[in-house]
């Protein structure tokens, strides 16, 4: 099956610092997500980005399809960015996701 | 606004008990999902449907069985919770192709004492 790689696996930051983090992937995706998952265990939507750029606020995500990477950004981090990050994607036969395992950040004030 | 429910939200039961962990969704969503995940660690799939009637295994072979009687509904149930089953469980449920963007619950924190 496909591989899901997420880097680092450990961030820890500054508040107010940037912060990139990367999800290589093995295969051809037609689905890829970020999610935030809190504190409290519940997995957040941030994009839904098989290709392409989106932002949302301090948030941005590019997934480049045919190098087979994506990218999360987070600019003036906050402590409430504190948590898991997780890339999951989708191939096209699949019919189910691919988590990769995550990258914990921490931000301290 | 997508909405997805999961109940109960923590759970504390002995061992040998029959549990059900309910997960509903109102998005109409036919594709749905439960996950296993334990604290700290990547999330495992453990059951899938494709629609009311279809169930499939994950990835993680697992205890709990599941059914999908109702689109809207995919509860998981164990016959005998045992201490290896304390786990966090998510339910998701995801958009129909090409769009397949999942949701997830807010989680079930199992404890079996």
């Known amino acids: 099956g496909i591989q899901v790689e997420q880097s680092p696996p450990d961030l820890i930051l500054q508040e107010g610092a940037n912060s990139t983090l990367r999800c290589n992937f093995s295969d051809s995706v037609n689905n890829l997500q970020w999610f935030h998952q809190n504190p409290w265990g519940q997995l957040i939507n941030l994009f839904y980005i098989p290709s392409g750029t989106k932002q949302n606020g301090r948030l941005s995500a590019t997934t480049v399809a045919t190098e087979r990477y994506s990218l999360l950004y987070i600019s003036s981090s906050q402590t409430t960015d504190s948590g898991v990050y997780f890339c999951?994607?989708?191939?096209?036969?699949?019919?189910?996701?691919?988590f990769g395992d995550g990258t914990t950040l921490t931000v301290k004030p | 606004e997508a909405d997805i429910y999961q109940t109960p939200r923590y759970l504390v039961i002995g061992t040998g008990k029959k549990i059900t962990l309910e997960c509903s969704q109102t998005m109409g969503h036919d594709k749905m999902y439960w996950y296993q995940q334990d604290p700290g660690m990547e999330l495992h799939l453990i059951h899938y449907s494709y629609g009311v009637n279809s169930t499939e295994k994950g990835d993680l072979s697992s205890e709990s069985t599941v059914s999908r009687i109702r689109t809207e509904h995919f509860p998981l149930t164990l016959e005998s919770a045992r201490p290896s089953h304390t786990s966090q469980y998510l339910c998701?449920?995801?958009?129909?192709?090409?769009?397949?963007?999942?949701?997830f619950g807010q989680g079930t924190r199992l404890t079996v004492v």
């Open positions: 999951a994607v989708e191939t096209a036969n699949a019919g189910k996701s691919t």
């Open positions: 998701a449920s995801s958009e129909p192709p090409p769009n397949t963007e999942a949701f």
